[in-house]
């Protein structure tokens, strides 16, 4: 196995109370857990002062763990506008701190992460983590009771899953534009 067959992958699930991350090894096709942590924010009255501290630490997992790739939850769409734009701001900061270290920055819906995962777009925290517990095989004793800490896990198998699909350059419109640009593959369906 060579380096070249190695890659880090940092997820990370903003928040501004608590900032959960995984840190998943990929050795050829073998994802593996590598780290999982919580970054406890709620002891820091001043928002700023937060967003410094989500700014240090995913500095310092990028400076420990090597990743090459930032995967991160995109906030949804919520009612509390305030809070929204604070997870925003917890996000951006991730961001800065992955595009300082020069990372590529992934970044994927919730229900996008769950569907990836678990199959089921509205899967709860727990049906997530236990499936990241089974895919990975993550000993019980590893697992930690913040479910903000598996949701970053699963951003960045998320991403590994996605890296994994054929790439295409073609882009369609609809099925019609597909038939008209691929008529000897259509023509070879049998109906």
Not at 15 to 42: C, D, F, K, S
Not at 43 to 65: A, C, N, P, S
Request: hydrophobic share 40%.
């Amino acid at each position: 196995m060579t380096a070249a067959d190695e890659r880090i992958i940092l997820g990370i699930d903003p928040g501004t109370i608590v900032m959960g991350y995984g840190i998943l090894r990929v050795n050829g096709n073998h994802p593996q857990l590598e780290a999982l942590g919580v970054l406890q924010l709620n002891k820091y009255e001043d928002h700023y002062h937060r967003l410094q501290k989500i700014f240090e630490r995913v500095t310092g997992l990028i400076q420990e763990y090597h990743p090459k790739e930032l995967a991160i939850e995109s906030p949804f769409f919520g009612k509390n506008v305030q809070s929204m734009l604070k997870l925003g701001r917890a996000q951006g900061v991730a961001m800065a701190a992955a595009l300082e270290c020069g990372l590529p920055i992934y970044e994927y819906a919730p229900l996008k992460i769950k569907m990836a995962i678990t199959g089921n777009g509205s899967a709860s925290k727990e049906q997530v983590a236990g499936m990241l517990q089974r895919l990975l095989h993550i000993p019980q004793e590893s697992m930690l009771p913040q479910m903000d800490a598996t949701d970053g896990l699963a951003a960045a198998l998320c991403h590994y899953f996605q890296s994994k699909l054929p790439q295409s350059d073609k882009k369609y419109t609809d099925w019609k534009d597909f038939a008209q640009r691929n008529q000897r593959r259509v023509n070879g369906i049998q109906h």
